[in-house]
């Protein structure tokens, strides 16, 4: 019987080596035309192993070549000559791999076809107004500070300082701040512009509210006469919140100052708005139209409001609740309208209106709690801060205020945002909350 000489032995083991290396050249072949390679537990061992780089640029990828000496593939038998063959095709595909990765990167520039209208806010005296300063609001045409694409928002941001005509139950840290100018509007609007910083006054007539004291149409217009006297900012005019006699106060106010580019809060749906729009319309006043976090109710309104007053003195209010208190829906409803708005929804193409006050609602904002938490005369300022933020961040463009603090924090984070900020040191920006707090 006859025994392979050590030499056949070696030499059929070695064809066998290679034929498994040349198997598994053709499955990385196969899985790059996939565009996915992995390896696991993998053990090559090779006489000569040769890693070819070619000539190439920085930023090209390396590509891998084994290099088979010529008489080993001519010795080969048929099925290891094919996987060679299939091996050489390895160098072809990593070739156009390496193409692909060429290819430069670069920003996305989205056009959208919808563009949010612009309001004014306010009226000058060339304009038959007495305002010393006014507002536009609006005007976008891409997302909140799309910084990709090297866009800013055409207008900022806007902070009113809210003001009440008569006392009400106001957190500790607001009497602080406005001592007894609570119980007189005319010099709470001063404090608030001369000594804060607020870029408009937002009077809130509740005091016509009949549960209240029921005060005459003709009473608060006068209210409203003394403010406009006080400051020269924009005023924005709320109701009482009661429909009913919302519409005979509005109507009133609209008919007492027709030029001055008053903002009226709001109308909504439960007003009869056939008995106080055309007055409005008449005037040069802006109308916030309120709907509560329902884009259906919204184009609603806006639809009915069309019939009277223009669509670039609409600014639209969503309604917005503290941290813990709604305001993840509320910021989702802002974006799905102000995306639906730029995609060329013209029912949605309105400022955003924010009542950030509301935040206060949250029991966490002002009442005594584990020192951990703080003190409540910094935390419920930050619990209004951190709720106007979220909402600047979904684009919108005024906002009531009832904390000076929260008006200067801010103010400083639209100066910051509409910079394109880029700290030198991340690690300090992230920790701003804790150590540079603003004073007043």
Same mark, same amino acid.
């Given at each position: ?24 050249? &053709? =499955?990385?072949? @196969?899985?790059?035309? #996939?565009? $996915? /390679? *992995? +390896?696991?537990?993998?053990?090559? %061992? ?40 299939? &091996? =050489?095709?390895? @160098?072809?595909?990593? #070739?156009? $791999? /390496? *193409? +692909?990765?060429?290819?430069?990167? %670069? ?50 941001? $806007? ?282």
């Amino acid at each position: 019987m006859s025994r392979a000489s050590p030499k056949g032995d070696r030499d059929e083991a070695r064809a066998r080596q290679e034929a498994t290396v040349y198997s598994l050249l &053709a =499955k990385i072949s @196969e899985a790059l035309e #996939k565009g $996915v /390679v *992995e +390896l696991y537990g993998v053990e090559i %061992e090779a006489d000569e192993l040769e890693l070819r780089l070619t000539a190439q640029a920085p930023q090209q990828l390396p590509i891998p070549v084994v290099v088979t000496r010529p008489e080993a593939i001519a010795e080969a038998k048929p099925g290891v000559k094919a996987g060679y063959e299939v &091996a =050489k095709a390895v @160098e072809v595909v990593a #070739k156009r $791999v /390496v *193409e +692909l990765a060429r290819i430069a990167f %670069e920003e996305p520039k989205p056009q959208y076809s919808g563009r949010v209208i612009e309001v004014k806010l306010g009226a000058s005296k060339d304009e038959g107004g007495t305002r010393g300063r006014t507002h536009i609001i609006g005007g976008h045409t891409m997302p909140a500070y799309y910084y990709l694409a090297g866009y800013k928002p055409p207008h900022p941001p $806007v902070f009113g300082g809210d003001v009440f005509d008569m006392r009400i139950a106001l957190p500790k840290a607001v009497k602080l701040a406005f001592g007894d100018a609570l119980d007189n509007p005319v010099e709470w609007a001063r404090i608030w512009v001369e000594k804060y910083g607020a870029e408009a006054v937002d009077i809130h007539l509740v005091s016509t509210d009949p549960t209240i004291k029921d005060i005459p149409p003709e009473e608060a217009a006068k209210t409203v006469d003394a403010i406009l006297q006080e400051v020269e900012v924009p005023v924005v005019v709320g109701g009482s919140g009661n429909p009913e006699k919302d519409v005979s106060v509005f109507r009133r106010v609209a008919e007492a100052f027709p030029t001055e580019g008053l903002v009226l809060n709001s109308l909504n749906l439960d007003m009869k708005l056939e008995d106080v729009c055309p007055s409005i319309a008449k005037a040069n006043a802006t109308v916030i139209n309120f709907s509560p976090m329902d884009l259906d109710k919204a184009e609603q309104i806006n639809r009915k409001v069309y019939d009277w007053i223009p669509r670039n003195r609409i600014v639209l209010d969503l309604n917005i609740g503290g941290i813990g208190y709604g305001t993840e829906y509320g910021f989702t409803v802002m974006e799905r309208a102000r995306l639906s708005a730029l995609i060329g929804n013209e029912l949605l193409q309105h400022p955003f209106n924010v009542g950030a006050a509301n935040a206060w609602g949250a029991r966490e904002a002002w009442i005594t709690m584990d020192p951990y938490w703080g003190p409540k005369e910094i935390r419920g300022p930050l619990w209004e801060t951190l709720t106007s933020l979220i909402c600047l961040l979904a684009g919108a463009d005024y906002y009531m205020l009832v904390h000076p603090l929260s008006v200067k924090t801010l103010k400083a984070i639209r100066e910051y945002l509409l910079s394109e900020p880029k700290p030198k040191e991340p690690e300090k920006a992230l920790d701003w909350l804790s150590k540079t707090l603003p004073v007043i």
